[in-house]
């Protein structure tokens, strides 16, 4: 994924540096466990307090309401950032650089039902994927996307595996991806083998798959360790 270029108001040019998919997947780790022990601890805080049929609606409201809202009011209320987001040097933004309004919070939390909710997440990291400006279903209808606060780093560094002697590649077509995008598919790929979300890698060995015009026999995770070392093959001896 490339990072893009903007224009403000003033006419002044900034690079976004996008966030790559593997940060946003960890930050929504780091979001959910805050989740789930918010909701382990307030269920053992009613617990005891012996409420009756009537008084279940509390129960549920302070369970589900928080839970529900998390996204909406910490992006709204904290600059685009949740403290999942937060601890992976990330935020959300428009398009242009500058802060989301509420609305457009609210468009992008309205359709996380359908980006991450219902599909477990696979909608919204094929869309970030084929778009070019970090952005799943919810950032494009809000205009909005997702940057990273990191200093960069060298990619050509961070992408180097090692390539075996004699080693014989695959899939020349890999030379249509960028470093870019292959350092975006190595992370997505490692954060998804630490997750154990075989699901994730399914969809992007699919995705790598058709992008490459390819019919891979090898497994999901064999044909991704495949591509990234292909690329490094073809590239280091460029």
């Not at 919204?124 to 809000?142: F, S």
């Not at 890698?201 to 019919?215: A, D, F, G, H, R």
């Amino acid at each position: 994924m490339d990072n893009f270029q903007i224009e403000t108001a003033q006419n002044i040019s900034i690079n976004q540096n996008v966030a790559s998919v593997g940060d946003r997947i960890l930050a929504f780790i780091v979001d959910a466990f805050i989740i789930g022990l918010y909701i382990v601890i307030s269920s053992l805080a009613l617990a005891g307090t012996g409420l009756d049929a009537a008084g279940q609606w509390v129960y549920y409201l302070v369970m589900g309401l928080p839970s529900l809202l998390y996204y909406l009011l910490w992006e709204s209320l904290y600059n685009g950032q949740t403290p999942g987001k937060a601890a992976l040097q990330i935020r959300v933004v428009k398009i242009d650089g500058s802060r989301p309004a509420f609305a457009e919070y609210l468009i992008r939390w309205l359709l996380r039902f359908i980006d991450i909710s219902i599909s477990s997440g696979a909608i919204a990291v094929v869309t970030i994927l084929l778009n070019g400006k970090g952005q799943r279903l919810g950032d494009l209808a809000a205009k909005t996307t997702v940057i990273s606060e990191k200093p960069r780093t060298n990619l050509n560094r961070s992408l180097a595996v090692d390539v075996p002697e004699g080693y014989r590649p695959k899939y020349p077509q890999v030379s249509v991806l960028k470093d870019a995008d292959v350092q975006n598919i190595k992370n997505l790929y490692q954060t998804a083998r630490r997750s154990h979300n075989h699901r994730l890698i399914l969809s992007l060995s699919e995705k790598l798959s058709e992008l490459l015009e390819t019919q891979p026999k090898e497994s999901p995770m064999e044909f991704i360790q495949q591509v990234i070392t292909d690329y490094n093959y073809y590239t280091q001896r460029a």
